[in-house]
């Protein structure tokens, strides 16, 4: 297969060669996976021999690493002519990852007309549609017959996106009127007006967050979906392969959020000590400090815990049950409101479905942990005293108790996320542990003082 | 705008009116959100008021809730036609969710050419290509002209589910050859050979994962993918919108396994109690079983904890400090397997990057932990014995080998799982805390009899 010629270590070898042999291959993403495996150096001698379109191919996929640390080690005059060839959306991730200065430098270099729709590009957050967007899409007017829209198509071909989606504007004021899918134009008589072939369009907005743009695309079956602005112009377009990198990028957040930590959107390899340390440190820190809440807890029930060591031995099985159920919870909320599948409106339906779900679980642990403290006592393995069916007792009740808040508060700390205006999958793991760990220390004492009090309390 | 027109409850409308309401949208995905906000009875009704095309639409979307239950309750005469207008692949879908006996039944009403396409791809297990795959694609002989092709695209347009990709076959032998663009078609001389605008295919098998599916569409930013047996006939292909399902559906499940629950593919309100109860004891019941180890370890070390209590005031901070430190690696990790960031031959790479980076992230808990117990000693918050300073000491120096040992087992446990030929995205934080938790403790514990022989202990 086509993916898998390129086997051997390429690093140390003759640029020249290398991109010549490069050269032959048949997708730009093939010599991008080649590229990626050299540092950044050697990638840039080799790209210096690529011919000129395979550059710019390169340039434009978005699996390629350091594209801007690559476009700096090229030749000024080469950088120039290849921001202008890139698609405007690609340029523009591209030139956000340049230095300031470097970033001012090359953008003086480019033509006025690639220059205004790059600085207009630049101006929309990060995530949003307006940063997948590209300005390369193809219109006419809703004047023209299909064959004058076809025999535009054959023209501009080239140098647009995509060509299967076209929208139809208003002659006079340019706002958007209707959409053509090309299959439908392929099929519809030449002569007839394009409107007979057009539906209404989707659209979004510059500023709609990238799940959002998701969404409306996964759920229509686009292959591209039109960028509007308040009075109806089309700004540009977002397509399907831009929006599946997205998608993708969305999952590794929503997994490493959901690990504790901050997201990462470069990969394990490749980020720096320092970066990964900030990245990790931070969220660590919060949940240590939080978490000293249970050394208060247990400092708090310190008498008890003097009267009756045995508790202590049962403390972190107790505890991780909580935080186990919470996890699962969260997990399953997260992407519930995520695929928008709940509303915040919904949250007391989870209740009552979290509620005898969780009871049901703690009792199943309940008795799993009965059956353990019984064998163990009656097989001699461990003596846990002469209260040893009290303490049984008090374990199995402390872990429906415990199992039930799990699930209660880890279903609700997205809902409660979100209603505070955060991202709900910011509620992560280890969060939701912290949050159990501290209640669990107390149900379960509480539940020691009313089981064991006048016996071991 | 368009998705939001139906904002109002329609339980309990009269089905003819609904019906010729939502028959009025202009996309199906608007008809099935508000089918599927009804009981099934209830949108049985309604779909059975829809015109016959709108029915076939509304069935043709992957996001129709209980396709099967809708199926069933038409009229036989009526599914049956519905189930053959259906493509290919959905229909596939839909089969698969219908009871044995009826599919039997549902199947034998086919007419011969849709059943024998329908049986073959039921024979392809679920998640892989075969099982994603439409045996609806253009394909056309490699002597054909472009004009020919054309022709031909526009004959069978309405019955395809993409011509933006048309495969181009060996004339006797059927087998595939090239692919062309519906793009490049256009842009193409008419009377020219089709092999003019035509490039190499980028193909996939049928027993190929969605997810490696899914990475080939996105790496050549196809718009479809051919699916050829092992003499190279196209068996059927994989769209972009089949494939984004399938991305989004997998993030799913990775966010639901790291939560450390078997992977649910319903809603969360549509699923059913039990099967609820059921995904989620199996993991928390394996994990509690495995989480005794702790109260064992504890055990072995009830002396020491009897003579200085004041270790067990500890335990929840240290314990849950492993668990996140190790959940934080493992949510780094298992996307950059997921994502080929990272070879299982990789894995000594990570482990010189986890080290450092444990130890340092350890010695930033330890002082926090130091800070914490000599404020608290100094102001009188709580009173940690005359010893108080090689508590502190024990406690810090147990962080830094714990966030160490959690790091390092939470990157690894990932490549393990691989390694053994289980999905490595089966290491849920969980799991990891689990297994963090009594190597923690026994880190711990041999810590204080280190630090604190000859005076605690």
């Known amino acids: 297969m086509e993916q898998n010629l390129l086997q051997a270590d390429d690093a140390g070898r003759d640029p020249a060669e290398l991109a010549a042999e490069l050269a032959r291959k048949k997708y730009p993403a093939d010599i991008v996976e080649a590229l990626n495996k050299l540092d950044v150096e050697e990638a840039a001698a080799v790209l210096a021999h690529l011919p000129f379109d395979r550059m710019v191919e390169v340039f434009d996929e978005p699996e390629l690493n350091d594209p801007a640390g690559l476009m700096m080690a090229l030749p000024e005059e080469q950088a120039k002519v290849v921001l202008s060839s890139l698609s405007a959306d690609r340029a ?14 090359f953008l003086s270099l480019l033509d006025p007309e690639t220059k205004t729709s790059i600085e207009k590009l630049l101006t929309y957050p990060a995530n949003t549609a307006g940063s997948l967007m590209t300005t390369e899409f193809v219109s006419v007017p809703s004047s023209w017959s299909i064959e004058q829209t076809l025999q535009h198509i054959r023209q501009v071909e080239r140098t647009r996106e995509t060509v299967y989606a076209i929208y139809v504007l208003d002659p006079q004021k340019k706002t958007l009127l209707q959409v053509v899918t090309l299959r439908r134009l392929i099929a519809g008589e030449p002569q007839a007006s394009i409107l007979t072939a057009a539906r209404n369009p989707i659209t979004t907005t510059p500023l709609t967050d990238r799940e959002d743009v998701a969404r409306l695309i ?41 690990g504790g930590m901050a997201a990462i959107d470069e990969p394990y390899m490749q980020i720096g000590f320092g970066q990964m340390l900030y990245k990790r440190a931070g969220w660590l820190s919060v949940l240590f400090v939080s978490e000293m809440l249970t050394a208060s807890a247990m400092q708090y029930f310190q008498s008890e815990l003097e009267k009756a060591v045995v508790l202590t031995l049962f403390i972190p099985l107790i505890m991780s049950s909580g935080g186990n159920s919470g996890s699962q919870a969260t997990s399953l909320l997260i992407r519930s409101l995520a695929l928008r599948e709940l509303r915040l409106g919904d949250w007391w339906r989870v209740v009552l479905r979290e509620l005898p779900t969780g009871l049901t679980l703690g009792a199943i642990l309940g008795v799993i942990g009965l059956i353990r403290i019984t064998l163990w006592q009656k097989f001699g393995i461990f003596d846990y005293g002469v209260h040893w069916a009290l303490v049984a007792a008090t374990v199995a009740a402390a872990l429906v108790g415990i199992v039930t808040f799990g699930s209660l508060s880890g279903s609700m700390l997205p809902f409660a996320l979100k209603r505070l205006g955060f991202d709900p999958a910011s509620a992560s793991a280890p969060f939701v542990a912290t949050l159990v760990d501290v209640t669990g220390l107390v149900i379960y004492f509480s539940v020691a003082l009313v089981f064991l009090r006048g016996t071991l309390l």
Do not use: C, W
């Open 92 to 105: 523009t991730d591209i030139f956000q990852l340049l230095p300031g200065p470097v970033r001012a430098r």
């Open 218 to 258: 996964s759920k229509y079956d686009l292959l591209a979906i039109p960028v509007v602005d308040d009075k109806g112009h089309v700004l540009g377009i977002v397509t399907v392969d831009d929006i599946i990198d997205a998608i993708v990028e969305e999952g590794t957040e929503d997994v490493q959020k959901f």
